[in-house]
Each structure stands twice: as structure tokens, then as C-alpha cells.
């Protein structure tokens, strides 16, 4: 299943188109591992700066300038999804979480829009609003194929996003008052 693209080329153009495709969907894959690499360990570094994560991790290296703890953890995450799943099962995992969040944000984007039309954008999406409905409508697809043919990989995805709201609701302050209230309640 990992190498249907590659199958695909194969069958359709034979040997030597089959297995350069084979080459770039690799290096496809490569490529969104590397910028996840990168941006990943920043978005915690920006959370902490936000005090919505744990303040080590908003401390950078001095000699080299990257949020070196950061780093680590995002090493760490990925080293525990590596050993505990197999790559169909991370791809639809990981697949299902950025098809919702990137679809999210799209419709964002559009909702901001149409509340504010008249407000000066220095970038214009070409086909708008055809082109972001059809990616909402892509990543819809890219879901319900996750739901349907890997359940396991969907629950853990859910699982994660309701571990980062509780997460966030920690970092707010939300439950502070409760953990607080339940702590005086026991001392009585």
C-alpha cells in the first residue's frame, strides 16, 4: 500500500518511468518530512514564548540560534511514532490531523474574507473562492478515506487533538482554578 504511486507509474509507463517515480515520490516524501523537521520544533518554541507551553522549551541555542530543546522533542515524538506504528499507519495518522487543521485554516481565511471584503490583501488566491473549497473539498476526501480505512489511525489522531485542547486549556489557566479548588477541597 505504501508504494501505490510507484505501482501506478510502473504499470502505466513500464521499468524505468515506474521506478523514477518511485525516486520522486521519495524525494516528495523527504521534502514534507524535512519542513515538518523544521517548523514543527518552532511552533513549540513560539507556544512557550506564548506561555502556552512548558517555558524550556522557548530557550534557544545560543551558538547556533534554533530552540534546541524544541528540537529534541520533536526528535523524541518522532522516534516513539516511528517504533510504535507502521508507515501506513503514521501516514494516515498524521495525513487526517493536517487535513483537518489545513482545512480549518482555509476556511478560516474565507470566513475572515467575507467578513471584511474590503480589506487590502497583497495576495490574491487565483480562482477564489473555487480554489480554497476545493481544497477544503480534497481534505474532506483525505478524512473520510482515514476513517474508513484505518480507524485506529483516526481514533489515535482525535486522541491527540483532544490532548493538545486539554493541553491548552492547562496552559490558559481554564483548569488552574479547578486543579486549585480541588486541591483546597481535599485539605479540608
Known amino acids: 500500500m505504501e508504494e501505490i504511486g510507484a505501482l501506478a507509474a510502473l504499470n502505466l509507463f513500464g521499468g524505468k518511468v515506474g521506478s523514477f517515480f518511485g525516486v520522486v515520490i521519495a524525494f516528495c516524501l523527504l521534502s514534507s518530512v524535512s519542513s515538518m523537521i523544521m ?30 530543546y524544541a528540537i529534541i522533542l520533536q526528535g523524541a515524538i518522532s522516534i516513539v511514532l516511528v517504533l ?15 487535513a483537518v487543521f489545513s482545512s480549518l485554516t482555509v476556511l478560516g481565511m474565507m470566513v475572515l474574507r467575507s467578513k471584511d471584503p474590503d480589506r487590502a490583501r497583497p495576495y490574491k488566491t487565483w480562482g477564489y473562492p473555487l480554489t480554497p473549497v476545493l481544497f477544503v473539498m480534497g481534505n474532506l476526501w483525505i478524512v473520510i478515506f482515514s476513517i474508513r480505512s484505518n480507524l485506529t489511525a ?22 488552574k482554578n479547578i486543579l486549585i479548588l480541588g486541591k483546597k477541597h481535599r485539605d479540608r
Open 39 to 68: 517548523t514543527g520544533p518552532r511552533v513549540y518554541y513560539a507556544m512557550a514564548k506564548d506561555r502556552l507551553f512548558f517555558k524550556i522549551f522557548r530557550n534557544i541555542n545560543q551558538k547556533h540560534q534554533v530552540p534546541s
Open 84 to 98: 510504535t506504528s507502521t508507515f501506513y499507519t503514521l501516514l494516515m495518522y498524521v495525513g487526517f490531523i493536517l
Open 154 to 175: 483516526f481514533l489515535w489522531g482525535l486522541a491527540t487533538v483532544g490532548a493538545g485542547l486539554l493541553m491548552y486549556e492547562v496552559f490558559e489557566g481554564q483548569l
